[in-house]
Structures are given as structure tokens and as C-alpha cells.
């Protein structure tokens, strides 16, 4: 694992730290030793290949997936994460890929999911007031919580489903790829969303594929490798470290083109 010098010391307190986490299917080895801490108020980008073990990460932390071996700490307490609901009430949400929304149910139907307050007679305004509130704390963009989730953007659907995650006042929150089916300006609004979460002392945990959006918001970047670590990175690490951590190749195109460059300005420096 390379500890690279620059990286900035966190500041917050550590919420979540995880040692020697492995997992394995059969004889599938999904995680071997991993390590992993989180803090208050900082984003963590979870990035690296296909099969490299991101989403049986975050399957282990919201409780859908025991590890095989190792500790979790959570808030300086050794802990275990038998179920979701234990993760949850613990403090640890997840917003998964599939945003898992009710597209016929409105976006206070949404929030409130499972979580209905006084279940046997709905409190519609309690409800509707506190997702209004949730959504305004995140200075989000919804023109209408009584509209289905059916007729919202992709941005907007992602914003509901981190405003459901907050609903219980976690320390961490999970995200897997909430940026990887938006557009420019979509992607835009959820990464502003991502440090206004930041901002209220959370610790995030982004899983990405776009090394764009990653630097734009992650304080560090984990790089997960056939589900070993591979490296922590500043967020103004170069393109070429972080696909030559992610890929395991020090010869790839980024690294190629990187060097040519490198060699071009040389020879350029060396004429007269
Ligand atoms: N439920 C499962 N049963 C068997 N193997 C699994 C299961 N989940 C994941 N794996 C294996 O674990 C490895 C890591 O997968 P995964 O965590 O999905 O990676 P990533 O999310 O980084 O693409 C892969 O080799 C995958 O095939
Ligand atoms: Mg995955």
C-alpha cells in the first residue's frame, strides 16, 4: 500500500474505521485485509475496477454481508453489522445504485418509505413539512413533493434518495455511484448535494467510477485492487497514479501518453 506524504491529515473525529476486512464467497475471495477509516465531515472516493470488491464493501458496512474476518469500529466501539437494520440504527445509510424509489409514490411517500411517522394514521403534513425541511437543508432542487417520483430527473431522484438516507440522523453515509447514470449539469447538482452533506459533519463514502467527479469532491481517494488496498491519494493525484493503482499496470494508455509528454517538453527544453 503506498501512503503518499501530501496527504492532508484529516481534521474530524474518526467515525469508522475498519481492519483486516476480508470476505469470501465459496472460494471466491471477494476482500482480503482491508483497512479503511472514516472521519466526520470528510468524502471518501472508493474507486477501482470491476470485481475489485467496492460494492461487497459497502454490502458488508450497511449489514447485507458479514465479512469473513477482521473489525469494524464504529465511534471507537467495536461493532457487528448482522442485518441492515442494525447498520442503520447504528448510524451507517446507504444509498444504493439502484436508488430503490417507488416511481408511483410522491417524494414525501418516498422519504418516509418504511418509516411512516405514527403508522396507523399517516401524519401526511408532519411528513410533509419534515421532507420539505430535509430537502431544504440540502438546498435541493425538487419543484414538488407531491409529485411521483416517476416524473423526476435523474438528479432529482438521486436527491430524494440521500434526503431518504438522512431521514435517520446518520454519522456515515454509503453512495454507489450516484453520479454514474447523469448528465453534465445533473452530476453537477449531486456532487454539490454530496458536500452539503459534507458540510453537516457527515462522513461520505462515494463509490465512482469518474475520476472527475471523485476529485471534485473526495478529501481521499481509496483505490480497491482484486479486493486488496492499493493505495490512498490525495484528490490532486495525477490521472496516471490513479489508473496505474486501479488497472495494477504502470504501462496503459494514460501512462503512455503521460510519458510522451514528458519526453516531448524534455526535448523541447533541451534545444536551443
Ligand atoms: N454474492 C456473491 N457470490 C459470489 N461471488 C461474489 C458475490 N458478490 C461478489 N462476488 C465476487 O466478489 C468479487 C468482487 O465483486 P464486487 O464487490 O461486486 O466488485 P465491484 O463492486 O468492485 O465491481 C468479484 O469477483 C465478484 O464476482
Ligand atoms: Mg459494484
Partial sequence: MTDNPNMPTPTGERILSLRGISKNFGAV???????????????????????????????????????????????????????????LALGIATVFQDLALCENLDVVANIFLGKELNPLRLDEVAME??????????????????E??????????????????????????????PTAALG???????????????????????????????????DRIVVLRL?????VFPPDASNQDLVSAITGADNNAVSRRANRRQAQATSQEAQP
Fill in 148 to 177: 411521483p417520483v416517476a416524473s423526476l430527473s435523474g438528479g432529482q431522484r438521486q436527491t430524494v434518495a440521500i434526503a431518504r438516507s438522512l431521514l435517520l440522523d446518520p454519522r456515515i453515509i454509503l453512495l454507489d455511484e
Fill in 184 to 218: 453534465v449539469a445533473q452530476t453537477a447538482e449531486v456532487l454539490d448535494l454530496i458536500e452539503r452533506v459534507r458540510a453537516r459533519g457527515l462522513g461520505v463514502v462515494m463509490i465512482s467510477h469518474n475520476m472527475e467527479d471523485v476529485r471534485a469532491v473526495a
Fill in 29 to 87: 475471495s471477494a476482500l482480503t485485509g482491508i483497512d479503511l477509516d472514516v472521519h466526520a465531515g470528510e468524502v471518501v472516493a472508493l474507486v477501482g475496477d470491476n470485481g475489485a470488491g467496492k460494492s461487497t464493501l459497502v454490502k458488508i458496512l450497511s449489514g447485507v454481508h458479514r465479512p469473513s474476518s477482521g473489525t469494524i469500529t464504529f465511534a471507537g466501539r467495536e461493532v457487528n453489522l448482522p442485518d441492515p437494520g442494525s447498520a
Fill in 129 to 146: 413539512i419534515k421532507a420539505w425541511t430535509l430537502l431544504n437543508e440540502l438546498s435541493a432542487r425538487i419543484p414538488s413533493v407531491r
Fill in 227 to 231: 479486493g486488496k488496498n492499493n493505495g
